[in-house]
């Protein structure tokens, strides 16, 4: 796979043939470029986002650590700073920690405020809540797609189990920070990671080869600060993913989209989580400079079953058994044992999935 075989769909038209290609996008790389059509999610918002980023990360380490992750200032689990190498996407790989600062902002509940957030984040807390609102409806669109494309009777079988109205949801709008003088890590050069792919001393990893915890995962990156690379379960080649990938075509970065593990254990591995990283290349003349993006992690409701979706495509899939290897990934990145009874016969809500992949990150019990 070539990062110009991932389509850009505009879905401000939304039609079965366009759910079409969103599914075949879905199912076969497991990325998709959306459009930005400039209303959807404003450009200017994004932009902002991005300075409200900036100057967080420009702060001091003792401002920012107030709001450490999963600590009771910051508001709880998954929510918070996370220091430099204060975490590891593929502990296998990148024993040392990834080189990368984040901080970690839930939507607010239903009934509850927002989380405790920093002065130069609370003051603008209105923009967050707006940027957060419109990356979820947007998911809430590609959702409607996907179970269209699915053919799947009830359209709103996605949207109505992502319905933040009605309840607690485990999304997640992540602020992410590579700083040019961060402390490198290992080189992921690990020969027994079946997820690790080739490498060569030309690269350093910034964010460790990983799948995405969610249902869906929208990306917003800043022109000329490339990184993330893809390694399709097809080959154990990197292959990195531009930022623009027609810049003469497209005023506005395209939003880059990914389907996350819980949406491919939902569907019996028919929709692909495919392994990611950030990396930059060491070859002279190619200097690294810092980077700056941020992420929208879109989870359905916490009490939602993961019951196989009702859909003849998936119900074909899995009788075919195509769907097994994926599976078994999907089973050990939730910290299932190969014979471990419950991963076969019980069936999971939305925050035991979460619960699980945060246990195997963080070492968080439940």
Not at 78 to 89: F, I, P, T, Y
Not at 267 to 275: A, Q, R, W
Request: charged residues 25%; aromatic residues 8%.
């Amino acid at each position: 796979m070539s990062a110009s075989e991932i389509p850009v769909i505009d879905i401000s038209s939304p039609s079965p043939e366009i759910a079409k290609q969103v599914l075949h996008a879905a199912s076969t790389f497991g990325f998709l470029f959306i459009k930005n059509d400039g209303i959807t999610i404003p450009p200017t918002d994004i932009d902002a986002m991005f300075e409200l980023s900036k100057n967080l990360f420009k702060s001091s380490t003792e401002e920012k650590s107030e709001y450490a992750i999963h600590s009771e200032k910051a508001g709880g689990k998954n929510r918070g700073w996370v220091a430099m190498q204060g975490e590891s996407l593929d502990p296998e790989g990148q024993k040392l920690g990834d080189p990368k600062e984040v901080f970690n902002i839930a939507p607010p509940a239903p009934d509850t405020p927002f989380q405790p957030l920093p002065p130069n984040l609370s003051s603008s807390s209105s923009l967050i809540s707006k940027f957060q609102s419109s990356c979820h409806n947007l998911c809430q669109q590609i959702l409607s797609l996907l179970a269209i494309g699915l053919e799947i009777s009830d359209e709103e079988y996605f949207t109505a189990r992502h319905d933040e109205t009605k309840g607690q949801v485990g999304s997640i709008f992540r602020l992410l920070y590579y700083p040019s003088s961060a402390p490198l890590g290992d080189d992921g050069d690990d020969d027994d990671d079946e997820e690790q792919g080739e490498d060569t001393k030309e690269t350093s990893v910034l964010a460790g080869a990983h799948s995405d915890y969610g249902t869906l995962t929208l990306l917003f990156r800043l022109p000329g600060q490339a990184g993330l690379e893809l390694l399709p379960s097809s080959t154990s080649s990197w292959t990195p993913v531009p930022v623009n990938p027609s810049p003469s075509v497209y005023a506005y970065p395209p939003i880059l989209v990914n389907i996350g593990d819980l949406l491919s254990f939902w569907t019996s591995g028919l929709l692909k989580s495919t392994v990611h990283r950030v990396a930059f290349s060491n070859r002279p003349g190619e200097g690294r400079g810092e980077r700056y993006s941020m992420a929208y992690f879109c989870h359905p409701l916490d009490d939602v079953l993961l019951e196989s979706v009702p859909s003849k495509m998936v119900r074909d899939f899995a009788a075919k058994g195509e769907g097994g290897v994926e599976l078994e990934r999907q089973r050990k990145r939730l910290g299932f044992g190969v014979d471990d009874k419950k991963a076969k016969d019980e069936t999971l809500t939305a925050r035991e999935h979460l619960d699980r992949r945060l246990k195997v990150t963080y070492g968080l019990e439940s």
